[in-house]
């Protein structure tokens, strides 16, 4: 019973509230196949490696400026669509695969929100996505080697001359 309950709650949700694609707006669907082909291309084309930096050991899975990855990642951290935690995982998984010289000894340190934004949004996306990519990898999460001191405003919508500064305190 508790499982039909459950199911009920999420048909009668998706009825009330329906879904629309990340990267077209497409209702009824969390992302189409169209738009996943696309973020599939973009972000598996060229895995950037940037070991031959000072960021070594540092690999980026996707472009934020892309409007579907950003879509992805602002629906789960501020429109609280958890279901796109399996859009990620799908996507991460198969960009896994391009990748060939991803220690196997790396740790995964998700960046920690400060204790009233967290509370207010009851869970930290960067956890989220650690945790989704530990999954995929096998890689550890360290949760305890960064933490966050100071509640600095939301930088989402401020220029980068702004979040420069409010980076700073």
């Keep these: 019973t508790g499982s039909k309950l459950k199911r009920f709650k999420e048909v009668a949700y998706s009825v009330i509230f329906p879904h629309s694609c990340i990267g077209c707006g497409k209702v009824d669907v969390l992302i189409c196949l169209e738009c996943k082909n696309i973020l599939y291309k973009e972000i ?3 895995p950037i490696d940037c070991s031959d930096s000072q960021l070594e050991g ?3 899975w996707a472009d934020y400026s892309n409007k579907t990855v950003s879509n992805l990642i602002g629906g789960l951290k501020y429109s609280y669509v958890t279901d796109l935690t ?3 995982s799908d996507t991460f998984d198969n960009y896994y695969t391009k990748i060939s010289n991803c220690p196997k000894d ?3 340190v998700p960046v920690p ?3 009233r934004k967290k509370l207010k949004r009851g ?3 960067a956890q989220i996505i650690a945790d989704i990519i530990s ?4 890689q550890r999460v360290v949760t305890d080697l960064l933490v966050r001191v100071k509640n600095n405003k939301a930088q989402a919508k ?3 001359k702004q979040r420069l500064k409010n980076a700073k305190g």
């Design 113 to 115: 929100l400060h204790r």
């Design 123 to 125: 869970f930290n996306q």
């Design 135 to 138: 999954d995929v990898t096998g």
């Design 158 to 160: 401020l220029s980068k």
């Design 58 to 60: 540092l690999f980026v």
């Design 106 to 108: 790396a740790v995964l």
């Design 86 to 88: 399996s859009v990620l």
């Design 44 to 46: 598996y084309s060229q």
